[in-house]
Nanobody
C-alpha cells in the first residue's frame, strides 16, 4: 500500500507563491499517475493538476499558467509549485495517486484515485 504525506501549505498574500510537496512511502510511485486536488469549505473536491508516470502534465483551467506539477522519482515525491496565488485558491490541497494497473481511469475525478494524503491547508489573503 502507498502512503502519501503532503507539506508546504500555509498563509500567503495574494500574488505570492507556495510549493507543496507530496512524499510517498510503501512502494515507488514512479509509474503511478499522481494528482493534486483541492477542496474549499462547502465545495466539492476539485481537480487541480496531474502528472503521468512518463511526465505528461495536465491542469485545471483555473490554475493553468500559474501552477506547475512535477515529480522527482528518485525522492518518490511530487510537487505543486503555485505562483500568482489568488484568494480563490484557498483550500485544503490533497495529493492522490492512481495505481498503475488502472492508468486508464479518468484522472479528473477524485473517485479514480486509490491513494490519498491527509491534505495541507493553503490560505491566500487579499
Amino acid at each position: 500500500q502507498v502512503q502519501l504525506v503532503e507539506s508546504g501549505g500555509g498563509l500567503v498574500q495574494a500574488g505570492g507563491s507556495l510549493r507543496l510537496s507530496c512524499v510517498a512511502s510503501g512502494r515507488t510511485v514512479s509509474n503511478t499517475r499522481m494528482g493534486w486536488f483541492r477542496q474549499a469549505p462547502g465545495k466539492e473536491r476539485e481537480f487541480v493538476a496531474a502528472v503521468s508516470g512518463g511526465g505528461s502534465t495536465d491542469y485545471a483551467d483555473s490554475v493553468q499558467g500559474r501552477f506547475t506539477i512535477s515529480r522527482d522519482n528518485a525522492k518518490n515525491t511530487v510537487y505543486l509549485q503555485m505562483n500568482s496565488l489568488k484568494p480563490e485558491d484557498t483550500a485544503v490541497y490533497y495529493c492522490a495517486g492512481i495505481p498503475p494497473q488502472y492508468y486508464r481511469r479518468n484522472y479528473y475525478y477524485p473517485s479514480s484515485y486509490d491513494y490519498w494524503g491527509q491534505g495541507t491547508q493553503v490560505t491566500v489573503s487579499s
